[in-house]
């Protein structure tokens, strides 16, 4: 079964911490995409990556950071936590064009 | 840059009646997606369509692609309470051999006896 794992289901974090975010997935897929999601806002691009070591700005980058060391592991980095960066966020994977995105279970994090 | 938009955000439905949801796009493209989200969860692909003309069907949910007018519709007939829910739908504007989905804002969907 296709799994998209992302390693908190909740977080609390203060402002100014560094926040590491971890999605994992099983499907060998070169496609990984960080979203956020915020009411009355839907689905927001951060970073996405093609590939290893590969990444690319979304739509709303700022504040935020990526690591994929390896494929199967996409990390978003929060470099400075701010209280507008409270939010769900959404980790999704796909093997190529025109098949689905599968998503994780989502993060909500909450920045005090 | 591309809008994706959804239209209307809320729509509240009777249960067995039919109604119809849209999403129109800003720009040429003939890859789009519906997802389905339940409150609290993730979001679950409903539907790829991959083509003008091209229409999925699953249980009481229809989904059909014009790209000529850049619009999506997603059909529901005799709506019951199982389908309240946000559905988004995304537009992918990539070429090549990789995705990038553009999201619209969603439209909650509540059925009502």
């Known amino acids: 079964d296709v799994k998209v794992t992302q390693s908190s289901r909740y977080l609390v974090k203060r402002t100014g911490e560094k926040v590491f975010l971890e999605c994992v997935q099983d499907?060998?897929?070169?496609?990984m995409f960080w979203y956020r999601q915020d009411p009355g806002l839907g689905l927001r691009l951060i970073y996405f990556?093609?590939?290893?070591?590969?990444?690319e700005k979304g739509d709303i980058p700022e504040g935020y950071s990526v690591s994929r060391e390896k494929k199967e592991r996409f990390s978003l980095i929060l470099e400075s936590a701010s209280t507008n960066q409270t939010s769900m966020y959404l980790c999704a994977s796909t093997g190529s064009v025109n098949e689905k995105l599968f998503f994780g279970s989502g993060t909500q994090l909450s920045v005090l | 840059e591309l809008k994706v938009e959804q239209n209307p955000l809320f729509l509240s439905m009777q249960e067995g009646k039919n109604y119809t949801i849209y999403c129109n796009y800003s720009t040429t493209s003939d890859r789009l997606y519906w997802y389905r989200q339940d409150p609290g969860k993730s979001l679950e692909s409903l539907f790829v369509?991959?083509?003008?003309?091209a229409v999925k069907q699953e249980g009481r949910l229809m989904a059909s692609l014009d790209t000529k007018a850049r619009l999506s519709t997603l059909h529901i007939t005799a709506a019951v309470h199982d389908l309240s829910a946000t559905y988004f739908c995304?537009?992918?504007?990539?070429?090549?051999?990789?995705?990038?989905?553009?999201f619209g804002k969603g439209i909650t969907l509540s059925v009502r006896p």
């Open positions: 990556s093609y590939d290893v070591k590969m990444k």
């Open positions: 369509l991959l083509s003008n003309g």
């Open positions: 995304a537009v992918d504007m990539s070429t090549g051999a990789n995705s990038k989905l553009t």
């Open positions: 499907m060998d897929h070169e496609n």
